[in-house]
């Protein structure tokens, strides 16, 4: 069974950073694109980044570039997304999520193919 465990989410001060980490279970993440997503108050979901199993990181936020990153260690299954520079208009939900097919990340954000979230974390940007 597929399962996507959130944490590190939180508080941060603009300016602030935070690292936010994925743990997967049920797939071996190394073979299969992983995104983050948010959603942020009053807002559609939107993917942010993505990071597939042959390609490297797909941005589909330009406000975040520069300032996000995401990583993997597919030997601990587990994916990371690690916020400097913080914005208000960065808080939101955040939600990592991988897909049922193998498809580079440009296809799976094309498509919408995000087929298992987590449960999110809350992130809150405020002075």
């Known amino acids: 069974q597929v399962r996507l465990v959130e944490s590190g989410g939180g508080a941060a001060q603009p300016g602030g950073s935070l690292k936010l980490t994925c743990v997967a279970s049920?797939?071996?993440?190394?073979?299969?694109?992983i995104g983050w997503l948010r959603r942020a108050p009053g807002k559609e979901r939107e993917d942010v980044l993505c990071?597939?199993?042959?390609?490297?990181?797909?941005y589909y936020l330009d406000s975040v570039k520069g300032r996000f990153t995401i990583s993997r260690n597919d030997a601990e299954n587990t994916i990371y997304l690690e916020m400097n520079n913080l914005k208000p208009d960065d808080a939101g939900i955040y939600y990592c999520a991988t897909s049922s097919t193998r498809y580079d990340c440009d296809v799976v954000h094309s498509r919408a193919r995000w087929d298992y979230w987590g449960q999110g974390t809350r992130v809150n940007v405020s002075s």
């Open positions: 990071m597939g199993p042959s390609d490297g990181p797909s």
């Open positions: 049920g797939f071996a993440t190394k073979y299969y694109p």
